[in-house]
């Protein structure tokens, strides 16, 4: 009887005395969404500008607005401490999703910053980073927005929509920090930059930047992005652009991209290394507007070799734009190598970069056109 009685009491605390340690009023606080990293004017410090989500309670209804709140340091960390002798509200940076970096900033290095992340337990590691190319990265937070109040929950999402069209790398703070762990492995991030829209700027994402041990080197531009996607097996979907046989300039063929997979294979022996590169890649015709006959069995045909010979001449043309621009590995082809022959990689690792620059690299594309969409035959003007 004793142990029935105990158990209740035991299951009465439980429900009881249940709390969170850590509870805190909304109210009390200032949810960062944001954060933008510039180098102040005519000093060595920094200016941070912070976008908070202000809770405003009333009797009706919650609501929130956005505010952008800068502060200076001779640090990131410094700058960042000095908020709260700014606001009497705490920030939060629990539901944080948004780092910009300007450029100036990210050619001296982000590992700073990087390291002031890890180190504050609020702060989440899927944070997105973008490096600027205006003149600051306080501009992008200021800039227009059509979707949301929100600058840095509306970046957040176009860089996750930016899976369906390729048109930017996307990259978490836990994937930019393992890169940094592995020898010879180059990063590639996200940049914004301005767009007019009826004369109102706006930002746009597009293109990539280029890093090297952790500091800022080079930019792709936004052409670049698919083939190197295609290569780090990072299309989930997307669009690709065939030139048509016809030499017409208002010819357009669009593949519309369902899924692809790519294969990377070191070939070597004692005189020569090479990669086999093989894509896989599913589409259906997206966009047809060319007088030749690419929707019929035969045509459909004559339109996989057109586009397999485009995407193979697209990858190996930005690979060789790499190798002379950047003279550097940033699609992880030494780490491929490290991981299946880790004695040849202790060999060759502290040349890697020279021997980057000439690689023997076989690209064959294989492209499967599953559907011609929901009509069936080109589109013809009758006269």
Known sequence: MNRYILLIIILISSIVLTGCWSYKEINALYIVAGIAIDKAENSDKYNIATEFINIKDNKREQSFESILLETE???????????TRISAKRAYWGHATTIIISEEVAREGIVQFLDLIVRRGEARLS???YISKEKSAKEVLQRESFSTDVRSFELAIMVNESKNIVKVPALKTYEVINALAIPKVHTVLPTVKSFYN????????????VFSMGKLVGFLEEKDILPYLFIKDQVEAGFLNVEAEKRNPNDTITLEILGSNTKIKPI??????????SIKTDVTIGELTT???YVSKRGRERLKKLAQKSLEKKIKSHIEDVQKEFGFDIFGFGNIIRQRNPRLWDNMEKDWDSIFKDLDLNINCDIQIKNTGHYLKPLKVVE
Do not use: R
């Open 127 to 129: 944070t997105n980073i």
């Open 198 to 209: 009826d004369g109102t700027p706006t930002n746009l994402l597009s293109g990539g930047a």
């Open 73 to 83: 340091g001779d640090s990131i960390s410094d700058a960042v401490t000095k908020m």
């Open 268 to 277: 070597y022996d004692s005189q020569t290394l090479g990669f086999d590169i």
């Open 291 to 293: 007088t030749t006959d």
